[in-house]
């Protein structure tokens, strides 16, 4: 067990550009959650798949970004047109419902920073 | 928005017990009290959760009042490695967390 694990860990793009975010759960979790978090301040939550189903998606979450998880396992998070306001650093955390504890375990992040 | 209220900082010598208050006065009887630290540039940790009764395991423990208002938790022996920022955070058993700003605590020699 590797824990969860995101790639790139770091993301420098200018302003308008797309980028892409991955992240890889611990194996058999089957909940996958997204947050963001800015200089400061506690993490955001973003966005929640149980499965491949994305069951929760914060009004943070403008049309901008999208998550997928196709196949119930990684999952992706796409910016569109990115703007400076998005730089953050961009958490992903997962949870097994087998776990009496429904703790969450989350990897090192993705620092995003937009020029 | 998150529903506890925590200090913004803390200091605490090193060896000595920490303990980190939290206010949750709206808590509902359905959510439980959640606590996780992160280290500068990682994200954050699991330490411990409860909803009535004192919990304790090989990292901390969480004494919850009785009546569900506040909690504590107590780090027993504070070293160098436990400087972080340590979020309470209220939830339903299967909800997304939500963080407030947490407590900063900073273990010093």
């Known amino acids: 067990d590797t824990g969860v694990s995101q790639n790139p860990r770091h993301k420098i793009t200018k302003r308008g550009q797309n980028v892409t975010f991955r992240c890889d759960p611990i194996s058999e979790h089957n909940r996958l959650y997204w947050y963001r978090q800015t200089l400061g301040q506690g993490p955001e939550f973003l966005t929640y798949?149980?499965?491949?189903?994305?069951?929760?998606k914060s009004r943070l979450l403008s049309d901008r970004f999208s998550a997928e998880r196709p196949k119930g396992s990684f999952s992706t998070l796409e910016i569109q047109r990115t703007e400076q306001g998005d730089s953050a650093m961009y958490l992903c955390?997962?949870?097994?419902?087998?776990?009496?504890?429904?703790?969450?375990?989350f990897g090192p992040g993705t620092r995003l920073t937009v020029l | 928005d998150a529903k506890t209220t925590q200090p913004p900082s803390m200091d605490c010598a090193e060896g000595r017990a920490a303990n980190l208050p939290c206010n949750h006065s709206t808590i509902s009887g359905n959510e439980y009290v959640y606590w996780y630290r992160q280290i500068h540039s990682q994200g954050p940790q699991y330490i411990i959760h409860g909803l009535k009764n004192n919990e304790t395991n090989e990292m901390a423990s969480l004494i919850i009042t009785e009546d569900r208002k506040s909690s504590t938790l107590i780090l027993p022996h504070a070293t160098l490695r436990d400087t972080a920022v340590y979020y309470c955070i209220v939830r339903p058993y299967t909800d997304k967390l939500i963080f407030g700003t947490g407590t900063r605590l900073q273990v010093f020699p």
């Open positions: 798949f149980q499965n491949e189903a994305q069951l929760e």
């Open positions: 955390a997962s949870s097994t419902d087998r776990s009496p504890y429904n703790e969450q375990f």
